[in-house]
């Protein structure tokens, strides 16, 4: 099955510093790339997202950074904050073929205050 | 905008024993989808709906598990008898378009 690879398992950052989440992905029909922030005893929520025409998106202080011809992507967080202790959840999807979606594994991200 | 609406929260029940799940997602929003997600993982998808068809059933258990939209609107996620192994939090979710929007989930502790 195609895979979307993410690392790390679990990553803990002092507040005020950045935040980096890694992801991989296997198969180049996968057009639309978003990230998911879960709370404990919530559903994921969608945070940002990237489509492979571009190399960078900004919100705020969450970033993606998107390689196309690595096949790779990161969600960078500036200034983390506690209140960004969650599991991140990298995703990739076919919008155009068959809207199929596949979820990396997930990373907890710890912030110190 | 109201949020997917999932019930229950919480179930806990005896391997062997049935369960349903029901899900009603945002208005408006042609696909829903239901995953499971496992402790620890990432969200796996068991079945998603196109209106009140189904788009892709190739990770759903068939054997235990059944799903059905009727009227393209709300759903309802059965398992059918319950194996240990299916402890985990079933999710349901809807979009239209690229955004997908989750409910908050059932946690099913099988004993």
């Known amino acids: 099955q195609q895979q979307v690879k993410q690392s790390p398992q679990s990553l803990i950052v002092q507040k005020g510093g950045i935040s980096i989440i890694n992801c991989a992905y296997e198969n180049t029909a996968f057009d639309y790339f978003p990230w998911y922030q879960q709370f404990p005893g919530k559903g994921p929520a969608l945070l940002i997202a990237?489509?492979?025409?571009?190399s960078e998106k900004k919100e705020g202080r969450f970033t993606i950074s998107f390689n196309k011809s690595a096949k790779q992507f990161s969600l960078h967080i500036m200034d983390s904050q506690p209140g960004d202790s969650a599991t991140y959840f990298c995703?990739?999807?076919?919008?155009?073929?068959?809207?199929?979606?596949?979820f990396g594994k997930g990373t907890r991200l710890h912030i110190l205050p | 905008e109201a949020g997917v609406a999932q019930s229950p929260r919480y179930k806990i029940i005896e391997k062997r024993q049935s369960v349903a799940f029901w899900c009603n997602p945002i208005s408006g929003h042609a696909t829903l989808y239901w995953y499971q997600q496992i402790l620890g993982q990432g969200p796996k998808l068991l079945i998603q709906f196109q209106n009140n068809g189904v788009v892709d059933d190739s990770q759903l258990p068939k054997d235990r598990f059944s799903a059905e939209r009727l009227k393209g609107v709300d759903s309802t996620l059965k398992i059918q008898p319950a194996k240990l192994e299916d402890s985990a939090v079933y999710l349901c979710a809807s979009s239209l378009g690229p955004s997908i929007h989750f409910g908050n989930g059932t946690r099913l502790t099988v004993t």
């Open positions: 990237i489509r492979p025409d571009v």
């Open positions: 995703a990739a999807r076919r919008l155009l073929r068959d809207d199929k979606i596949i």
